[in-house]
């Protein structure tokens, strides 16, 4: 049996979100659709909840992370590839919050500290930075939802 297409089309600029709701209600029952509509609604509205969900729970855990990386971070008692590891149980324990973390870091971090002798820059990163073929990105994207893209690229260089 073929599917076939309904269009809903109209202008909702000037209307408001419940009347909007309403339109779609009625031209729902015009074409004897209600209980697609219904289920789409419901699918949207436990989608909204679990990204809010998801959302409070990962700044929930961002004051955590932030306390446990400026700690791994200002121990001077450890070697470089130690920092490494203990910052990489980090990011995999906290894997969504961690690279939110490090996205703000960027936001703030200057791209370069100016001249050096030479009249080269230097190009400077706190912690280390991954790139995503070598580390799988980690995705909490419900199946059939699209993703924001991931955590933030690389810079050049």
């Given at each position: ?48 909840n679990q990204i ?35 910052l990489r149980n ?25 001249p050096i002798s ?40």
């Amino acid at each position: 049996m073929k599917e076939k297409k309904i269009m809903f089309t109209m202008d909702l600029r000037n209307e408001t979100l419940a009347q909007q709701k309403q339109d779609v209600v009625i031209w729902a029952q015009k074409y004897g659709i209600e209980s697609q509509v219904q289920e789409f609604q419901s699918n949207l509205a436990n989608l909204q909840n679990q990204i809010k969900q998801n959302v409070t729970d990962l700044i929930s855990e961002l004051s955590t992370v932030l306390e446990q990386y400026y700690s791994i971070m200002e121990n001077n008692d450890q070697t470089r590839m130690e920092q490494m590891g203990v910052l990489r149980n980090l990011s995999d324990q906290y894997p969504e919050a961690y690279d939110v973390l490090l996205f703000a870091f960027q936001l703030y971090m200057p791209d370069s500290f100016g001249p050096i002798s030479g009249g080269d820059s230097v190009e400077v990163q706190w912690g280390p930075r991954i790139p995503n073929d070598i580390i799988p990105v980690r995705s909490t994207t419900p199946p059939g939802a699209f993703s924001p893209g991931g955590p933030p690229p690389l810079p050049d260089g």
